[in-house]
Structure formats: structure tokens, C-alpha cells
């Protein structure tokens, strides 16, 4: 979860939730996301919502589960009191952080509650994310009995001096044996890399992503370096200790990214997302959680910082874990702030999320200056013309590497 939050209002000690949530909530699919805030290390580049031994402030690793329990039955009077409709998870994502510094007991403890409260449905796909250097084969096995089907590794990268530049801490040789040992689990497997460290050369991500495809991973993410405000990364760069990013060798990175995962037999279903291609229409490779965020699905986000959405209404938790476990002590939401979706700001969401997305947008569904500028879109050749007849917006590979551009104009350079 990013660092900084939105300006809103302050969220209701109880969670209330408006009428307006429940309306067409039964048609809505339902996910779950727990975010873990904790990490060994804080990496450099990173500005998500979390916290090293030293910066918890008296909050307890050891009482997080119990707190993010108590957090869904909380959820689950909300919702009731709410009226929104009782529909069984279809994902559980469990991120942070590193889910995986915690005791394999604590996770499967927090499955078992949310599955407790809402249910699953029989195909619930069930993510965790993790360090190469935090799991063993026995973890990841008591994963999958618990009821884990898939599992995230940060990879990065496969190149030392990448790794050292973002911080990260694991050896990039113990990739090949944590995917193993999953496989050999039974878990599904993806592997996330970074492209666009300062430092780092085409022939390095061109390393990295051979490393990557030789494991033959389910599912392969790739995003582009984005530098934060308030990182020590970002520090870095100002003072001129590390070499800025270069946006024209991100470009290429991203090229090659697309070259060397299709000839994989790697399809992207979105812009940063590639799936291994099967011949099985009942499989499916994708991220089925982070897709429920981009086609603007219903989600419940447990735990410090972690985001919710549920018809238009959307609210984040207070940051700290010593504020969130206070607030969990005295029986109140952990809820910081929430917004109301705008019509306006609905549709803004909705061409900006899903034109991310293989066939995500569809055209029926733009206003009058969106559908007028698909034609220039397709001219340019940022927008796949076959597609287009199909009635979707499919990006072409240079759609993908303009994708804020195509959105501008299908919203009429609206801001974004």
C-alpha cells in the first residue's frame, strides 16, 4: 500500500457504511486483502506501508493475527448493518510487507477466519506474497494445506549489483529452489520483477528475465522503477550518490519484456501482467485478485494502511500497527479516512483501471468524446483495430508503452 494517502473525510469510529454501498452489491464479486506490514529490511526504493523490529512502537508481530481477525468480524457487522449483499470470497490476497515473516500458523489462522466470515467460492484463488529468502519447502507446504494456491516471490532481479541498488536482501540462486519446493506443493507460482533500476543495464533485465522464464513460473509481473518522494531511493538520486531513472531505457526494458515473455508463451493480460498461455479454457493464469482492483470489483483490505471498496465507497485503515492495534483494542474500525465515489469520478476510475486491461474497456461504455477518439487512437496506432470491432480497447504493444496518453484522450485530456 502506497505511503501517501488521499484527502478525504474522517471515517466513522463504528465503519457505517452509507446506503448507497449495498445498492447492486449482489451482483458485485467479493474479495479479501490482508496486508501484513512487516519486513525484515526496509528496501530503498519502497513506499508501501511498512515497518522493520524497530519502528513498531510497541505494536506486537505476535498479536497481528488476532488483531486482523477481530478487524473481519468487524466487517462482517458493518456489511450486515450496511445491507450489502452476503456474497463468498472469490480471492484472498494476503501482501505487505512480507506476509511470510510471520509463523506459517498465523496465516492459515487468518484464512481460516476469512473464510469463517464470508465463505469461499469452490474456485477461490488464494495468493500470499514472499521473500525467496522467508520461506522453506515446509512452509510452503503447510500453505497449500491450509489452502494457499498461489505464491507471489519478489524476485527483482537476478543480477547482484540490481538487488543491492534496491536493497533487496535474498540470493537471486535460491529462486529456482523456493519455485521448486512450491511446485513441488502443489502452489501455483509468480514472479515479480523490477526493471528500470539505476545502474542497471538492457543486458541485465535481459538477464533477469531469462532467469525468470527458465523457472517457468505461472504468472510473471513486470514494473517499471517508479522513484517516491521520501524514499531513501529518491534521496539517493537528489543528492546524486545514484544515477537517475532513464524513462528511454525503461521503454526498452519493457519492449524486451514483451519480445522474450511471448516467445515464452507468456500472453499479457495486463499492461505490467503476463500469464502462461494453456490450452485449458478452465485454467487461468492471471492474478485474479489484482484484476478484481482494476475492473473496480467489491474488496474488504484488512489490516494497517490497507485500502477497502465496496460500491463507490472506498476508505483506508490508520497507518500505524500501534494505532491500528489501539483501535482494535477498544472495539472501533481502524478506519483513517473515506470518499464517495462521484459519478464523475466513477467513470474517471473506470476508463483509467480497466483501459489497463486486455479487453478490459468496452467501447459501448465511454461517453461521446471517448468513442470519438477511438478512431485517432487506432490511426495512431495505439489501440488494436481488430479489437476495436470487437467493441473493446485492446493497447497495442506502443498503446501499452503510451498508456496515461491513451487514457488523456479517451477522457478528453481530462486530469488524471
Given at each position: 500500500?502506497?505511503?501517501?494517502?488521499?484527502?478525504?473525510?474522517?471515517?466513522?469510529?463504528?465503519?457505517?457504511?452509507?446506503?448507497?454501498?449495498?445498492?447492486?452489491?449482489?451482483?458485485?464479486?467479493?474479495?479479501?486483502?490482508?496486508?501484513?506490514?512487516?519486513?525484515?529490511?526496509?528496501?530503498?526504493?519502497?513506499?508501501?506501508?511498512?515497518?522493520?523490529?524497530?519502528?513498531?512502537?510497541?505494536?506486537?508481530?505476535?498479536?497481528?493475527?488476532?488483531?486482523?481477525?477481530?478487524?473481519?468480524?468487524?466487517?462482517?457487522?458493518?456489511?450486515?448493518?450496511?445491507?450489502?449483499?452476503?456474497?463468498?470470497?472469490?480471492?484472498?490476497?494476503?501482501?505487505?510487507?512480507?506476509?511470510?515473516?510471520?509463523?506459517?500458523?498465523?496465516?492459515?489462522?487468518?484464512?481460516?477466519?476469512?473464510?469463517?466470515?464470508?465463505?469461499?467460492?469452490?474456485?477461490?484463488?488464494?495468493?500470499?506474497?514472499?521473500?525467496?529468502?522467508?520461506?522453506?519447502?515446509?512452509?510452503?507446504?503447510?500453505?497449500?494445506?491450509?489452502?494457499?494456491?498461489?505464491?507471489?516471490?519478489?524476485?527483482?532481479?537476478?543480477?547482484?549489483?540490481?538487488?543491492?541498488?534496491?536493497?533487496?536482501?535474498?540470493?537471486?540462486?535460491?529462486?529456482?529452489?523456493?519455485?521448486?519446493?512450491?511446485?513441488?506443493?502443489?502452489?501455483?507460482?509468480?514472479?515479480?520483477?523490477?526493471?528500470?533500476?539505476?545502474?542497471?543495464?538492457?543486458?541485465?533485465?535481459?538477464?533477469?528475465?531469462?532467469?525468470?522464464?527458465?523457472?517457468?513460473?505461472?504468472?510473471?509481473?513486470?514494473?517499471?522503477?517508479?522513484?517516491?518522494?521520501?524514499?531513501?531511493?529518491?534521496?539517493?538520486?537528489?543528492?546524486?550518490?545514484?544515477?537517475?531513472?532513464?524513462?528511454?531505457?525503461?521503454?526498452?526494458?519493457?519492449?524486451?519484456?514483451?519480445?522474450?515473455l511471448s516467445a515464452a508463451g507468456y500472453e499479457w493480460y495486463e499492461?505490467?501482467?503476463?500469464?502462461?498461455?494453456?490450452?485449458?479454457?478452465?485454467?487461468?493464469?492471471?492474478?485474479?485478485?489484482?484484476?478484481?482492483?482494476?475492473?473496480?470489483?467489491?474488496?474488504?483490505?484488512?489490516?494497517?494502511?490497507?485500502?477497502?471498496?465496496?460500491?463507490?465507497?472506498?476508505?483506508?485503515?490508520?497507518k500505524h500497527p500501534a494505532a491500528y492495534a489501539d483501535r482494535i483494542?477498544?472495539?472501533?474500525?481502524?478506519?483513517?479516512?473515506?470518499?464517495?465515489?462521484?459519478?464523475?469520478?466513477?467513470?474517471?476510475?473506470?476508463?483509467?483501471?480497466?483501459?489497463?486491461?486486455?479487453?478490459?474497456?468496452?467501447?459501448?461504455?465511454?461517453?461521446?468524446?471517448?468513442?470519438?477518439?477511438?478512431?485517432?487512437?487506432?490511426?495512431?496506432?495505439?489501440?488494436?483495430?481488430?479489437?476495436?470491432?470487437?467493441?473493446?480497447?485492446?493497447?497495442?504493444?506502443?498503446?501499452?508503452?503510451?498508456?496515461?496518453?491513451?487514457?488523456?484522450?479517451?477522457?478528453?485530456?481530462?486530469?488524471?
Amino acid at each position: 500500500m502506497p505511503g501517501a494517502l488521499p484527502i478525504a473525510d474522517p471515517a466513522p469510529l463504528d465503519g457505517a457504511l452509507p446506503d448507497s454501498a449495498a445498492v447492486g452489491s449482489e451482483s458485485r464479486p467479493w474479495s479479501v486483502y490482508i496486508h501484513v506490514p512487516f519486513c525484515r529490511v526496509r528496501c530503498g526504493y519502497c513506499d508501501f506501508n511498512t515497518y522493520t523490529s524497530e519502528e513498531l512502537r510497541g505494536a506486537k508481530r505476535s498479536d497481528y493475527a488476532t488483531e486482523a481477525i477481530a478487524e473481519m468480524a468487524l466487517a462482517s457487522t458493518v456489511l450486515s448493518q450496511a445491507g450489502v449483499a452476503p456474497r463468498e470470497a472469490s480471492t484472498v490476497f494476503f501482501g505487505g510487507g512480507t506476509p511470510t515473516l510471520l509463523p506459517v500458523t498465523d496465516l492459515t489462522r487468518m484464512l481460516a477466519a476469512a473464510r469463517d466470515t464470508w465463505g469461499f467460492t469452490p474456485d477461490v484463488e488464494i495468493t500470499t506474497e514472499a521473500n525467496p529468502d522467508s520461506v522453506d519447502r515446509d512452509y510452503l507446504l503447510a500453505l497449500k494445506e491450509a489452502g494457499f494456491s498461489r505464491v507471489s516471490f519478489g524476485m527483482q532481479s537476478a543480477v547482484p549489483h540490481v538487488l543491492a541498488t534496491l536493497e533487496r536482501t535474498h540470493d537471486p540462486e535460491r529462486v529456482p529452489h523456493v519455485v521448486t519446493w512450491a511446485r513441488e506443493v502443489g502452489l501455483d507460482v509468480s514472479l515479480d520483477l523490477i526493471y528500470g533500476t539505476p545502474g542497471e543495464s538492457l543486458a541485465d533485465w535481459e538477464r533477469s528475465l531469462d532467469h525468470a522464464i527458465a523457472q517457468s513460473p505461472d504468472h510473471i509481473s513486470a514494473y517499471a522503477l517508479i522513484i517516491e518522494t521520501g524514499t531513501k531511493l529518491a534521496a539517493q538520486i537528489r543528492r546524486g550518490v545514484v544515477a537517475p531513472v532513464d524513462d528511454d531505457l525503461q521503454a526498452d526494458m519493457y519492449e524486451l519484456a514483451e519480445q522474450k515473455l511471448s516467445a515464452a508463451g507468456y500472453e499479457w493480460y495486463e499492461v505490467s501482467n503476463w500469464g502462461k498461455a494453456s490450452n485449458d479454457p478452465d485454467v487461468s493464469n492471471t492474478s485474479r485478485h489484482n484484476l478484481g482492483y482494476w475492473l473496480g470489483n467489491d474488496w474488504w483490505g484488512v489490516g494497517p494502511g490497507a485500502h477497502s471498496h465496496v460500491g463507490g465507497v472506498r476508505w483506508w485503515n490508520v497507518k500505524h500497527p500501534a494505532a491500528y492495534a489501539d483501535r482494535i483494542a477498544a472495539g472501533h474500525s481502524p478506519g483513517a479516512g473515506r470518499e464517495t465515489l462521484a459519478d464523475s469520478s466513477k467513470y474517471l476510475e473506470h476508463v483509467l483501471l480497466r483501459t489497463r486491461v486486455r479487453n478490459g474497456l468496452h467501447i459501448n461504455t465511454l461517453d461521446a468524446d471517448g468513442r470519438q477518439a477511438v478512431a485517432g487512437l487506432i490511426a495512431d496506432e495505439l489501440v488494436d483495430a481488430r479489437a476495436a470491432l470487437s467493441g473493446t480497447i485492446e493497447l497495442t504493444l506502443k498503446g501499452r508503452l503510451l498508456a496515461d496518453a491513451v487514457v488523456r484522450r479517451l477522457l478528453g485530456d481530462a486530469p488524471i
